[in-house]
Every structure is written in structure tokens, then in C-alpha cells.
């Protein structure tokens, strides 16, 4: 293992309450790590990790960003994405009002606005019908009667593949406890890096679960890919997508999810704060 000369800074994305959030390590300089290295720190956190490195083109990207989970390395990951790019404008490293990014999913674009608020862009999504639902539902400890009427379980996907999981309300959703070696031979069979359940709430709001294939951990406090999916899975709401995440693990996160005024996909945002 090579040294890390820049120590990781805990920051916590998306949080919508006290304790709440996804916890995620954000190494600003990780020039002086390998792969070993960058997954070793995401193993001693236990969540998602950030890692920030000079592009591999500077024509077109000002950083480029790998993403860890404990088992593995990610194409992309929603939450690091923000919480990195956040940092690099907090430390003064990000000065314009946009920033080019290089991720093993493609380019992502973060915006910055003026009140301190950053987004990053998504592509459009990708959808497709999971017509075989029996090791989904088992994997969650559903039933068919446990499946919102009239709507449909889908993989869905602007970078990495989740998939929708419709449930009947909130306290069924709340009540989930998943057999984590089922939700990984469940999203194996049918090409998915995780479970995400979700239901509709009041005023428009959607709340979610997030239970990974194969991270080292069972369940996610918020998943900016996986709200980014959902908004597609939704039909792409002209007014937009707030989701709740978070909330059955006493960590509460909220994720926003539009359009992108200039360009094809969508934008997801949320609040980032530095974790004592």
C-alpha cells in the first residue's frame, strides 16, 4: 500500500436531519495512492469514498474522480461525486461556475449557483422490465400483494444499474429486511448493483431504500444514481423528484432530481456538510 499524503475529510451528503446523510471520505489529493490503497480506506470507513487526481485529458475534464466501495471499485457514485466536488469549491480549488469531471461512467458536469448549492448532471436514462419478479420480491420479503397497483419493477439507469421496486406504502417499506445473500443473487441474475424500493409519500415526495449488491455494508442512507434512475422511472417529472432516503436507518437524507436546463439528462442535488 502505497502512503496517502492527503488525509481524508468525512463529509456527510444529502442529509436531511440531525445524524442524517450518507457518510462518505473524500481524498482531495490522492496522487500518492493505489488501487489498494483507495479501496484499503474505504474498507477501514466502511462507506463510499471520493478520490480526487489530475485528469487524464485537461482539455476536457479539471479532475477526474475514482469511486471505492469496501469490495470494489465504482463507475460512479452520486453522493461522493457531490461531496468532492462541494469540497474542491469549499478549499477554493473549484472557482468557476462549472466543473469538468472525468469518472469511469463518463463525463459529469457539477454546477456551482451562487447560494453555495452544487448539482451534478447525469445522462438520460435507461429503462427495461424485470418480468421475472419471484427472487426480487423474496430477496426483500415481499409478495405481489406488497407491490404498488399498476406499476411495474424495472432496472433502471443513468450510469450504474438499480433496480425500482415498487411497494403498496411507507410502512411496508419501512419494515424491509432483506436477505442480503438473496439481493445478491437476485441483482446478479438480473444485472443490477442493487435493490431500491421505493413508495410515495405525501406532497409529492418519494421515499427509498437502497440495498446494494455487493458494497460490504446492507443498506445505503442515500443514493444519488439510484434517485437519479428513479426520476427516470417516474417518466421525468417536469416539476422534479424529492426523494427521501435514509429515514428506517434513523439517518434521514433527502436528493433532488431535474432536468438539466442545458442538456439531455438530469440533475441531482442535495446539501453536503463536513462531519465533525
Given amino acids: 500500500m502505497q502512503p496517502n499524503l492527503s488525509p481524508p475529510i468525512l463529509l456527510s451528503v444529502f442529509p436531511a436531519g440531525p445524524g442524517g446523510g450518507n457518510p462518505c471520505p473524500v481524498v482531495l489529493d490522492a496522487r500518492g495512492m493505489d ?16 478520490f480526487v487526481l489530475p ?3 485537461p482539455g476536457t475534464a479539471d479532475f477526474r474522480f475514482r469511486f471505492f466501495v469496501p469490495e470494489h471499485e465504482m463507475e460512479m457514485c452520486g453522493h461522493a461525486a457531490l461531496g ?48 421475472e419478479t419471484g427472487d426480487v420480491l423474496a430477496a426483500l420479503g415481499l409478495t405481489e400483494a406488497g407491490l404498488r397497483p399498476g406499476a411495474s419493477v424495472l432496472n433502471a439507469a443513468t450510469s450504474r444499474v438499480k433496480t425500482l421496486v415498487p411497494v403498496v406504502d411507507l410502512a411496508r417499506l419501512h419494515a424491509l429486511n432483506p436477505d442480503q445473500a438473496r439481493v445478491r443473487a437476485a441483482c446478479e441474475a438480473i444485472g443490477s448493483t442493487g435493490l431500491y424500493p421505493w413508495t410515495g409519500g405525501a406532497d409529492g415526495v418519494v421515499h427509498a431504500r437502497q ?13 444519488g444514481i439510484a434517485a437519479a434512475a428513479l426520476f427516470y422511472g417516474l417518466g421525468a417529472p417536469e416539476a422534479g423528484l424529492l426523494v427521501r432516503q435514509g429515514e428506517a436507518m434513523g439517518r434521514p437524507s433527502e436528493i433532488r432530481v ?11 442535488g442535495g446539501r453536503v456538510e463536513v462531519m465533525s
Fill in 35 to 50: 488501487t489498494e490503497a483507495m479501496r484499503g480506506l474505504a474498507a477501514n470507513y466502511g462507506h463510499e469514498s471520493g
Fill in 55 to 57: 485528469p487524464e485529458d
Fill in 84 to 131: 468532492a466536488a462541494w469540497l474542491l469549491r469549499l478549499r477554493g480549488q473549484a472557482l468557476g461556475a462549472e466543473l469538468r469531471i472525468e469518472t469511469l461512467s463518463g463525463p459529469v458536469r457539477a454546477l456551482f449557483a451562487a447560494d453555495g448549492a452544487v448539482e451534478i448532471t447525469q445522462p438520460p436514462g435507461r429503462l427495461q422490465e424485470v418480468t
Fill in 211 to 223: 440495498f446494494p449488491r455487493s458494497s460490504g455494508y446492507p443498506e445505503d442512507a442515500a443514493t
Fill in 258 to 268: 431535474r432536468t438539466d436546463p442545458d442538456g439531455l439528462g438530469c440533475r441531482l
